[in-house]
């Protein structure tokens, strides 16, 4: 049986280019794995799938109104 993947990190579309308060996510089966960019091997923390599409769906709403 083949082991866990390794995490695909990315990085928002709309992080700015001064490399400052940047988060990174990976997705997962079990939800988002969620680190600060700019110390990669530190803390991460894993918030679970319905959590996640809640925060998503509020971001969406506040930030593009649907």
Known sequence: ???PLE???FKSSYS??????CV???PTREGTLVRD???PTGP???IGSGAWRSFI????????GR
């Open 1 to 3: 049986m083949p082991g």
């Open 7 to 9: 995490p695909h990190w």
């Open 16 to 21: 700015g280019g001064s490399g400052t308060e």
């Open 24 to 26: 990174e996510c990976s």
């Open 37 to 39: 960019s700019k110390d």
């Open 44 to 46: 991460m923390v894993t």
């Open 57 to 64: 769906g509020q971001l969406s709403h506040r930030v593009w």
